[in-house]
């Protein structure tokens, strides 16, 4: 008998491990993390036409003093004042061609320059006019497929406004040591602001930057003192994309010593598909893929499609499925342009300033710079959501201590500044811990990248093949607003710290149904309104602006149909005489709209009324895209 029932209890053991985790999980739960950088890539360049995010229909978007919004963006010839953004395949004749266009330049200079100290006006002229060029889902089928079934972030910055190398260096390292944060540049190495990694420093007028190697901790050397397995698949051909490669402590390793073997190694991009396979990934897991499919311009993104579609192929259909995050994120814009201006710090901000090491004139801001395409892919970040909160590269890191803390380990970086460890997001309200699902989306097939004797030939089939054809011509004095702007309509869930740039309907769900707040065209009533499915209705569209910076959790709220919302439930025109509300977001609960009284906003399906009450009420917030 007891052996009849110790052969039943190991029975129902295997069973019970064979059934993903239950619902209510946790960070803990997270047992593999994957970081999974690509090149050169902008968010408006990739998404500005994707419904429901921060993208071409921004009912915030920066004005100048003229009146002019940012998509105007200034030319210097006489073809156009100004150019607007473009779609690079308008003509026929280019959509095969675009896929190996180039954009503009990504060094610090030029990408200073199009900031132009805030008025984001410099992308043509300082520039390139491709810069304001983009794709459309027809030619990144992938991209929107995942961003459609994970979560995608549209407030992701890049670390530096500024090129790979220095980018990728934060990335680990979460600083360039800039105003000697880690010490004298001769000594520890940096300000590091561009790509050169061949020589000691450089020098304009006796003060050094760029110099090289860099000489302070980076984070696989916290988790190797903290025993956390870590590996870096690095591929042969991917160049200079490893950043354990500019650092000091990993060049003079010993060839067997664990910063050489696990950082320096070329076990490429088969060998993680293969641990992914048969569960025997480490912990921590970074992949620097083939410089061929990192999507740098002329590189494909359809190649980099494919090496997306098998790094989630080989999680979500492997072992390791039910506890494994993938980040998937652009080192930099590579000069493709973006509208939004960068969530920089106050001028003068320790560490996050500088003196321009090239011509030592300008004051110029180190960072964080122009949004780049972010995701999270895992059980706990499905469903097509939008992460809202500003986040650059360092959030990886902070991620990462969060992560290890879970897990019972201590690892801190103690190189992040204190003003981006106060405001950048640690993205953990990317994750909806408290409802995971399972269930694993099919991903379209992407076909294997040409191949020939040894090398990835996709970029030069394109080439050849599209001879004349590649870059298209610039429409100057060609464009309407609408047209420019064009967008596909739809929506999604947001998730994170609220932030402006989007049109949004707030929603709470009630056994009748979904109900969102909103408003009659000439009525001074805010009201309780039945949402359609797809959230389109325009009564229930509001707009907000934030009274701050991208900060900020104070709010106001504008009905589309006119007036802002106020503490009793009215609409008034004034915007001067308007409440200011705050929201905040409570992972897995939603967002709360508190007035100024100290009551919280919520619906009232069975009168159409709106209720204040003491207690805190919850809605779901949906970012809509429509053309009405």
Aim: hydrophobic content about 35%; aromatic content about 14%; charged content about 15%.
């Amino acid at each position: 008998m007891v052996v009849k029932l110790n052969s039943l209890c190991l029975a129902l053991a295997a069973v019970l491990a064979a059934l993903p985790p239950c619902s209510g999980s946790s960070l803990g739960d997270v047992k593999h993390v994957v970081y999974f950088m690509q090149e050169n890539r902008a968010f408006d360049h990739y998404f500005g036409t994707m419904p429901g995010v921060r993208g071409f229909k921004d009912p915030n978007v920066l004005v100048d003093a003229s009146g002019k919004p940012v998509w105007y963006q200034p030319t210097a010839t006489n073809q156009s004042e100004y150019l607007l953004p473009f779609y690079l395949g308008a003509n026929s004749s280019y959509k095969n061609g675009i896929q190996c266009a180039i954009g503009g330049s990504n060094d610090w200079t030029q990408n200073h320059n199009a900031w132009n100290y805030g008025a984001i006006n410099g992308w043509v002229t300082n520039n390139s006019q491709y810069a304001w060029g983009h794709y459309e889902r027809s030619d990144i089928p992938t991209h929107f497929a995942v961003a459609e079934e994970w979560s995608l972030a549209d407030m992701y910055a890049e670390f530096v406004i500024g090129p790979t190398a220095p980018s990728r260096a934060a990335w680990i390292s979460g600083t360039l040591n800039f105003d000697s944060q880690v010490g004298a540049p001769e000594e520890a190495g940096g300000p590091y602001m561009e790509n050169w990694s061949t020589h000691e420093c450089e020098y304009t007028d006796g003060v050094p930057f760029n110099c090289y190697p860099l000489n302070w901790i980076t984070m696989p050397e916290l988790l190797e003192a903290q025993n956390i397995s870590w590996f870096v698949y690095r591929d042969s051909d991917s160049t200079n994309d490893d950043p354990m490669y500019y650092f000091d402590n990993y060049l003079n390793s010993p060839p067997d010593g664990p910063l050489a073997v696990k950082g320096l190694s070329y076990a490429g991009f088969p060998l993680f598909l293969a641990q992914a396979a048969n569960g025997t990934l480490p912990e921590v897991s970074w992949i620097i893929g083939s410089f061929p499919l990192s999507e740098h311009a002329p590189h494909l993104p359809n190649s980099g499609a494919w090496m997306i579609s098998k790094t989630i192929e080989a999680i979500t259909q492997g072992p390791l499925a039910n506890d494994t995050v993938i980040f998937l994120s652009y080192d930099e814009t590579g000069g493709w342009g973006d509208h939004v201006p960068p969530f920089i710090s106050p001028n003068g901000t320790q560490y996050e300033w500088a003196l321009n090491p090239l011509t030592l004139e300008e004051y110029w801001p180190v960072g964080p710079g122009f949004r780049l395409p972010f995701f999270a892919i895992s059980p706990w970040t499905r469903g097509g959501s939008v992460f809202s909160e500003p986040s650059d590269h360092t959030s990886q890191l902070m991620f990462l201590e969060e992560w290890a803390a879970a897990q019972g380990k201590n690892v801190t970086i103690d190189t992040i500044s204190p003003w981006r460890r106060a405001h950048m997001s640690n993205l953990l309200n990317m994750f909806d811990f408290e409802n995971p699902r399972y269930d694993v989306p099919t991903l379209a097939n992407v076909s294997f990248p040409a191949w020939s004797d040894g090398a990835y030939i996709a970029t030069t089939i394109c080439q050849e093949e599209n001879q004349g054809y590649i870059q298209p011509p610039v429409p100057y004095g060609n464009q309407t607003i609408e047209d420019a702007l064009w967008t596909e309509e739809g929506f999604k869930h947001l998730r994170g710290a609220l932030t402006e740039g989007r049109y949004l309907v707030f929603t709470q769900n009630w056994r009748q149904g979904t109900y969102a707040i909103g408003k009659y065209e000439h009525s001074a009533a805010v009201r309780t309104f039945a949402t359609t499915d797809d959230f389109s209705g325009i009564n229930y569209r509001f707009i907000i602006s934030q009274v701050g910076d991208a900060f900020s959790d104070q709010f106001y709220i504008k009905s589309v149909q006119g007036g802002y919302v106020t503490r009793h439930g009215t609409f008034i025109y004034e915007k001067a005489n308007a409440d200011v509300f705050t929201i905040n977001y409570t992972a897995s609960k939603g967002y709360t709209i508190k007035s100024p009284s100290g009551t919280y906003l919520g619906t009232s399906p069975s009168d159409g009324s709106i209720t204040w009450s003491t207690r805190e009420t919850f809605f779901d917030i949906v970012s809509v895209t429509y053309n009405n």
